[in-house]
């Protein structure tokens, strides 16, 4: 036993037993001092890296299914025998090291290298353009050159920015715990080692399908071969007196971030007009730095359609315990100097207020090319839409969802990323559909949701523990059919959830 009083881990240069190893159950221990995880999977055992390369997760606490490894944090999915991040969000792939067994024992030698490029694809486009610069246009022009795909690359996007982790924007980043050099999802010498030019700060007006033809805004044009729509989505505007103050916020670029948390500086007090994640998520990081927050929303318990009543209960609890004032059942009809009207009459004082009531598809460019949206961007099971060579991803994507039986279009990063992935893969002949069951996580303050697939209706919802204790799983049914499973501090179980969808859509 180590002086903590927990189990010494093993050093695998020293060896392991192999029969000390469970089939498929990851094993910490640690190399030279690098943290790493032993796998037994069949007649193989695998060393990498014990960390996922995204948030820092612990891999020896996550999931194996075949040869890979998946995080219990965000579920990003990692190959035992590569090392590669091959589902998103995380990217960097792990360290492995080379395996040996003698007399019984496993040992960890020497640090592997990492796996040769991929060729060139045959048949890939000589030009592929990619409109937006978010999760689902990053992840897609990353993965096309970790295909090896050697063709000319371009990247254009509305943000001053290259892509940098959204998510974080409403946690830690504005609860001032997370520096800004967290937050861009790659060095800007990437882009210009892997021949990826950006546009930044530019907007895509007018798409031509037929002569595969962009226009900027400056009146320029793009040509391409093959081109990936990844608009994003924008916030959804309050139509009320007051709502274009200088103290009012939406939450959508970093600049927005920087905006919040600079107001935030001479303020004592806040209002949040909304309780979805995002505008919760922001009341979270306010209190964290030490601001009142008022949250102003119009239903009965906050979130209550989407995670049910009992979890949206609770944590409507965990603010209030927090020191958070909700007024619910409420809505905002005017913003004025340092005070919120209510429809129900009250005053809510407040120095700056952020709201955060959804967001809407930017569908426009789609709309003006004549492609088939209808609530989104319309696209097959391959990401492919109405259009030859024109693929979407991301909050605008509409597709085929076989655990629904319906359409769906979702707004969540890693949906976006996993989407731009398959996407770049279909660009380039993998013919590969789309079958990631959607997973979003939410953070409130030391708590974590994580949810897996999309209930935007459900009949009934079934809890297993209590919210209270901060260990329970929701599951959400229409009929005979479980749509969804939302989880909290039970990071194994939402992956074996995410793992039971998965062979559904198989």
């Not at 010498?189 to 900027?216: C, E, M, P």
Request: net charge negative; glycine share 10%.
């Amino acid at each position: 036993m180590s002086e903590s009083g927990q189990p010494e881990q093993p050093d695998f240069a020293k060896g392991v037993a192999l029969s000390a190893l469970d089939e498929g159950v990851p094993l910490r221990g640690s190399i030279d001092g690098a943290a790493a995880i032993m796998v037994r999977k069949g007649a193989d055992v695998f060393v990498v890296g014990a960390e996922c390369t995204h948030y820092h997760g612990p891999l020896a606490e996550g999931l194996t299914v075949g040869e890979t490894v998946r995080c219990p944090w965000h579920h990003a999915c990692f190959s035992l025998r590569t090392g590669e991040a091959i589902r998103a969000p995380a990217f960097d792939s792990l360290p492995r090291w080379r395996v040996e067994e003698v007399d019984g024992k496993i040992f960890a030698r020497e640090r592997l290298a990492a796996p040769m490029a991929k060729p060139a694809p045959t048949r890939a486009p000589k030009k592929i353009v990619i409109v937006g610069a978010g999760a689902a246009g990053f992840a897609a022009a990353h993965r096309l050159r970790a295909e090896g795909y050697d063709g000319a690359l371009e990247m254009i996007g509305a943000d001053l920015l290259a892509p940098y982790d959204r998510p974080n924007l409403s946690k830690d980043y504005l609860a001032g715990s997370a520096p800004p050099e967290w937050l861009p999802l790659r060095e800007p010498a990437w882009y210009h080692d892997n021949g990826v030019v950006l546009h930044l700060g530019r907007q895509a007006t007018a798409l031509d399908v037929s002569q595969k033809l962009l226009t900027l805004g400056d009146g320029s044009s793009v040509g391409f071969d093959a081109l990936l729509l990844a608009t994003g989505a924008d916030p959804v505007r309050l139509p009320i007196p007051g709502a274009d103050r200088p103290n009012v916020f939406y939450l959508r670029q970093l600049a927005d971030a920087d905006r919040i948390a600079a107001a935030c500086g001479g303020a004592s007090r806040a209002a949040v007009v909304g309780a979805s994640f995002i505008g919760l998520e922001v009341a979270a990081s306010l209190r964290t730095r030490g601001l009142a927050v008022d949250v102003i929303a119009p239903e009965a318990v906050p979130m209550a359609r989407i995670l049910g009543p009992e979890l949206g209960a609770h944590i409507q609890r965990l603010h209030e315990s927090h020191g958070v004032v909700f007024h619910l059942e409420d809505t905002v009809t005017e913003i004025g100097d340092g005070a919120l009207t209510l429809k129900s009459g009250a005053a809510v004082a407040a120095d700056f207020v952020v709201i955060g009531i959804g967001v809407r598809p930017n569908l426009s460019l789609a709309e003006r090319a004549g492609l088939a949206v209808d609530k989104g961007v319309l696209v097959d099971e391959y990401l492919a839409t109405s259009a030859p060579g024109v693929y979407a991803a991301g909050d605008i994507a509409r597709w085929p969802d076989r655990i629904t039986g319906e359409r769906i279009r979702v707004e969540h990063w890693v949906v976006a990323e996993r989407q731009g992935q398959t996407a770049a893969r279909n660009i380039l002949g993998f013919n590969e559909r789309f079958d990631a069951a959607p997973f979003f996580w939410s953070q409130h303050y030391d708590q974590t949701i994580s949810y897996v697939g999309h209930a935007p209706q459900w009949d009934r919802c079934e809890v297993s523990g209590d919210p209270a204790s901060g260990d329970c799983a929701v599951a959400y049914w229409q009929g005979a059919r479980k749509l969804a499973v939302a989880t909290l501090g039970r990071d194994i179980e939402s992956l074996r959830v995410e793992v039971a969808f998965e062979k559904a859509l198989g």
